[in-house]
């Protein structure tokens, strides 16, 4: 199974899971709306607050590289998600060609190359980062949308092997807090000092090869006894 039709199918029970098999046509299983375009532009706005550009404060200050990835992997969630969505609307192609659309945009295959460290050129990064949040406000095709992400991804220190990784960690970190009270707002998020996405991102550099059954388990290990 190819990283991106593995993420995908992941996505789809993630989303089946948590907002009920409706979800697809713009509603919880609460009967609450969904509009995953706003969940994209938000976290986008988390991620630009990752880089030193407010000039009243050090526009000097080192960017927060490792919060950088983590943003950027909450959002492909939320894209995967309105690509799912616009795709069980209207093109309903299976889950192996819709990963095989979106393996064929012309920017993918750059996404298989040695990822490049984060730049210190902030603001053209930021630039980028707008042009698709634009892409998200003028409901561009799935196709200009995903490939614009793509461009996000390739200049925030990631590539398609390292966002599959932290896709996977963050996709069972969402089901370790699904089950343990994120909703009723009796999980924990931090950890004895350290955010639960960094307990997770440590978790993944001790153990590069971690299969997600052995990840949630080892989360169970380390969450706070209540």
């Given at each position: ?5 593995s ?31 706003r ?37 492909w ?13 209207s ?15 012309p ?31 003028i ?6 949308m ?30 370790f807090?699904?089950d343990?009270g ?26 590069p ?18």
């Open positions: 199974m190819s990283q991106i039709l993420m995908l199918t992941l996505q789809q029970q993630l989303n089946d899971t948590t907002n009920g098999t409706c979800w697809e046509d713009g509603i919880t299983k609460q009967g609450k709306p969904i509009d995953w375009r969940c994209i532009y938000l976290e986008c706005a988390e991620l630009v607050e990752s880089y030193p550009w407010k000039h009243w404060k050090n526009i000097d200050a080192p960017a927060d590289t490792e919060n950088i990835k983590i943003e950027v992997v909450d959002i969630h939320f894209v995967m998600s309105e690509v799912l969505r616009l795709n069980a609307s093109h309903k192609l299976s889950m192996e060609e819709l990963a095989g659309k979106i393996s064929s945009l920017n993918f295959d750059i996404l298989k190359e040695p990822a490049s460290n984060i730049s210190d050129r902030y603001f053209d990064q930021i630039a980028t980062i707008e042009k698709f949040i634009k892409s998200v406000f409901d561009e095709s799935l196709e200009e995903t490939s614009l992400y793509f461009e996000v991804v390739l200049q925030s220190g990631l590539n398609l092997d390292s966002l599959y990784q932290l896709y996977i960690g963050k996709n069972i970190l969402n089901k807090r699904q343990h994120y909703k009723d707002g009796s999980y924990i998020k931090v950890w004895n000092g350290k955010e639960d996405n960094v307990v997770m991102q440590n978790l993944l550099a001790d153990n090869s971690i299969t997600p059954n052995e990840l949630y388990e080892a989360l169970k290990t380390q969450y706070p006894k209540q």
